[in-house]
Every structure is written in structure tokens, then in C-alpha cells.
């Protein structure tokens, strides 16, 4: 090129723009749902929002450093095996130290110094990594040989995913596993492994559900009773209505107080006491409440829009890992949307699954903003590819 182009003029609008109207939208509804919940505790208002404003900053300076790194460094081979025995380290070290804390019946937090952490969250990221990396140099034999391409890596990452299932966080690891499925699927391995894979997966989560409500969730390990009693709700929240049917019927209320137009910012009724989780899991319930159904859709074409030009910024990439790593952000996002809403739905069982951006947790809204980081960077060095190649081609016809 005959000018040095800077990072920044390179900087995709179309995905920053949306990640800080989403995450300022999070920061409105994380301050209206927490601050009936400290009224009655006789807590300051703003402290669980002050403390998420805290981790937006920490992971804007995230965003920035990633943004920054040169996309070679994302694919050094050391740096990703040593980050992948971290976060197994921390996943045992949550699962069966003292350091381990139980929240919600999943020992899934880590609290050092009072510092609290969720390994979880941050296999998301691990994950996608290590598979974007794998699957990318092994492009040659893929879609020959699937056994050798694949088998290795995906091994690691079932026993990665086993260390969640174990805590017992299955919401978690049902979003770590569709996720890991979608980038193999996208990796270019051969398309009869495909339909295998997709028939092996539909088949056996109905033969699942079918044996799970016929004998009432009698085969599965005690500490995994509860996913049968989801699943009750799910068919049925009033059989339940005080206890597991509370949040989903609260749910529905909060969704059809809000109507059209919405009940007004702050004016929430559910959030007061009747919703438990109005700040986390079911914050969406509570935005359709005070923003109404309007808005709350327009909110979800912004997160829409920015997941499809993240995995647009995937397809059109020239490198496998690029690729792969966008496409494994995109599919992250929005199983996590769909799982989330299809839960306070009532479409599908209830998970635990927090909604991006827009849940309070300062961990979640890390994880999410370092993803928007990567892509960024990884669509600025795809632009950068594209002007040098274009350059080229220029001089060559001169």
C-alpha cells in the first residue's frame, strides 16, 4: 500500500456501534431491576449497577488491548494450550476446593480476596479459541479424515465441558456444547459427518426428554433432579405455582403487564418482590414490562443486527481461524439469546442462561464485550488484507 493505514480507520462501525447501545440499554435495566431489590434489603440504590458500570470500563479496556494485539498472537499454539490449563485449573479448583461457592445450586463461583469469578463463562471464549485454532490448520485432510482431524480436539473439550456439567451448571454446558457442535459443523468437514452429527443430536435429545417425563427423572443422578422438575414446569408452571412454577408464571405477568407500550422505566410491579431473578435471567421479562413490546423488539434488532455482521465478518473471511472464530462468536450469542428467551417464554425449559449485555454480571458482560473485541480486531485485519491484495492487483495491471 503506498500509505501506512491505521488500525483505527479500520475500526467496523457497524459492530462497535451496536455493542454500546446494547450495553448502555444494560446498564439502564440493570439499575431499574436492582434498585427496588436494595430498597428493601437497606442498600445503597446504585451499588449492583456501579458495579457493573466497573466491569463495562474494565471491559472496554479489554476491548481496546485486544483490538490492538496483532491477530497472529491469537494463534500461537503455547499461549492457547497454557490458557486452556488455567481455565481447567480454575474449573476444578471451583468444583472441589474451598474456594468454590454455591449460588443457585450450581458450585460454580470462584471467590478469591472477595474478588467472585465464573470459569464458566470464560470457557465460552476458550473454547471457540481452541477449536478456531485446531480445526484451521488441519484444513487440508477435514473433510477426508475426520477421525484424526477432529477426534483429539473434540475429546478436550467434552472433558472441558464435563468439569460444568459436574457443578451442576447443564445451562451452561448445553450453550458450551451446541456451540462447540456449530463450529465443527462450520469447519468443512465432510457433509454426510453432518447429517450424522445433527440426526445424532435431535434423536437422542427426544429420546432423552421422552425417558426423562416417563419415569420422572428416576434415572438420572439425585443432584440432577431438578432438570426433570424444568422440564414439569415447562409443560406446566401452575401445577407448581409457589415454588419451581413461581418464576416462569411471574414471567408471563411481567410480559403482559407491559403490553404494547409498556408500563414506564422503573414501574415495574414483578421486579418488587414477585421475580426473583428480574436482574439476571429474566431481565428481558421485566424490560418488556417497563419498556413494552415495542421497544423490547427494537432492542432485539440491534443485538440481531450485530450478531449477523459478526458472523457475516466470519463468512467473508479469506483465513480458517478468522472464520471460525467469528462464526463460533455468532453462534455463542445467539444461542444464548435464543435459550434465554425461549426460557422465560416458556418455549423450552428453563436454564439459567443470562441475557447479553443487558444481564447484570459483571463476568457475563466481560466475556461478551472481550468476543465483540476479537471480532473487531479479526474484521480490521481482514480489511487490512483486503486493501494490500487490492493494491496489488492495482500495480500489477500498471
Known amino acids: 500500500m503506498p500509505k501506512k493505514v491505521k488500525k483505527r480507520h479500520l475500526l467496523d462501525y457497524s459492530i462497535l456501534i451496536p455493542y454500546l447501545i446494547l450495553s448502555c440499554v444494560g446498564l439502564i435495566m440493570v439499575y431499574s431491576t436492582t434498585s427496588a431489590k436494595q430498597l428493601t434489603e ?33 494463534q500461537n499454539k503455547g499461549f492457547i494450550m497454557f490458557a486452556i490449563a488455567v481455565i481447567s485449573a480454575l474449573l476444578l479448583a471451583v468444583r472441589f476446593t474451598d474456594l468454590g461457592q454455591t449460588i443457585n445450586g450450581a458450585k460454580g463461583w470462584l471467590v478469591i480476596a472477595g474478588f467472585s469469578m465464573q470459569p464458566a463463562e470464560y470457557l465460552k471464549i476458550m473454547i471457540i479459541w481452541y477449536l478456531a485454532y485446531i480445526l484451521a490448520r488441519r484444513q487440508k485432510y477435514i473433510d477426508k479424515e475426520f477421525k484424526k482431524a477432529v477426534f483429539r480436539p473434540m475429546l478436550l473439550v467434552a472433558a472441558l465441558i464435563f468439569l460444568v456439567i459436574i457443578q451442576p451448571d447443564l445451562g451452561n454446558a448445553a450453550v458450551l456444547t451446541l456451540v462447540a457442535i456449530t463450529i465443527l459443523l462450520a469447519s468443512g468437514i465432510n457433509y454426510m459427518y453432518t447429517y450424522v452429527i445433527a440426526g445424532a443430536g435431535i434423536l437422542g435429545s427426544i429420546a432423552f426428554i421422552e425417558a426423562l417425563l416417563l ?46 407500550f409498556g408500563r414506564g422505566l422503573g414501574n415495574s410491579i414483578q421486579k418488587k418482590g414477585f421475580l426473583p431473578e428480574a436482574h439476571s435471567d429474566f431481565i428481558f421479562s421485566i424490560t418488556i414490562e417497563e419498556l413494552g413490546l415495542i421497544v423490547s423488539i427494537l432492542i432485539l434488532l440491534v443485538l440481531f443486527f450485530l450478531i449477523s455482521r459478526i458472523i457475516l465478518v466470519g463468512v467473508r473471511s479469506k483465513k480458517p481461524f478468522n472464520s471460525l472464530f467469528c462464526i463460533g462468536i455468532g453462534a455463542m450469542l445467539m444461542i444464548q439469546v435464543f435459550v434465554n428467551l425461549g426460557g422465560i417464554t416458556g418455549i423450552i425449559p428453563l436454564t439459567g442462561i ?28 481482514e480489511k487490512r488484507q483486503k486493501l494490500i491484495d487490492d493494491y496489488q492487483v492495482a500495480e500489477s495491471d500498471i
Open 354 to 381: 443470562t441475557f447479553p449485555f443487558l444481564s447484570h454480571g459483571g463476568n457475563s458482560l466481560l466475556v461478551v464485550s472481550a468476543a465483540v473485541g476479537f471480532v473487531l480486531n479479526i474484521s480490521a485485519d
Open 42 to 74: 437497606g442498600k445503597p440504590l446504585t451499588a449492583m449497577v456501579i458495579n457493573q458500570v466497573q466491569f463495562w470500563i474494565l471491559s472496554l479496556v479489554a476491548m481496546f488491548f485486544i483490538y490492538k494485539m496483532k491477530t497472529t498472537v491469537y
Open 215 to 260: 419415569t420422572k427423572g428416576s434415572f438420572i443422578p439425585a443432584q440432577f433432579q431438578y432438570v426433570y422438575k424444568r422440564f414439569e414446569v415447562f409443560l406446566n408452571p401452575f401445577i407448581d405455582e409457589r415454588e419451581t412454577g413461581h418464576q416462569l408464571i411471574n414471567s408471563y405477568y411481567a410480559m403482559s403487564n407491559g403490553g404494547w
